[in-house]
Nanobody, 121 residues
């Protein structure tokens, strides 16, 4: 199980930007991938939504509908590290962002602790 360390996040006004980082240490796998999910408290439920994913084997990226056109996931210079650049943030983006890692095509087997992102009007 890779160990994940997340950084970034914080509080920003609507229209602002943040950049999240996630670094994975430990064993790397074929088709290694890292991604981000957002945990938000709904009206009565806790929800987790897919945000973005990066595949190290092919450099492919995937985005959730709410992230397309505003967020960009990319590989960092450090090994097994990804950035999530979040632009044009909206209050609806508020939540705890959790980094995951594992093999592409399989359920992630490693997760970070999550970092808070708060967007105010």
């Amino acid at each position: 199980q890779p160990r994940l360390v997340e950084s970034g996040g914080g509080s920003v006004q609507a229209g602002g930007s943040l950049r999240l980082s996630c670094a994975a240490s430990g064993r790397s796998y074929v088709d290694f991938a890292m991604g981000w999910y957002r945990q938000a408290v709904g009206k009565e439920r806790e929800e987790r939504k897919f945000v973005a994913l990066y595949s190290f084997s092919g450099g492919r990226t995937y985005y959730g509908d709410s992230a397309k056109g505003r967020f960009t996931i990319s590989r960092a210079n450090a090994e097994n590290t990804v950035y999530l650049q979040m632009d044009s943030l909206e209050p609806e983006d508020t939540g705890v962002y959790v980094c995951g890692a594992g093999q592409l095509g399989a359920e992630f087997n490693a997760w970070g602790q999550g970092i808070q992102v708060t967007v105010s009007s």
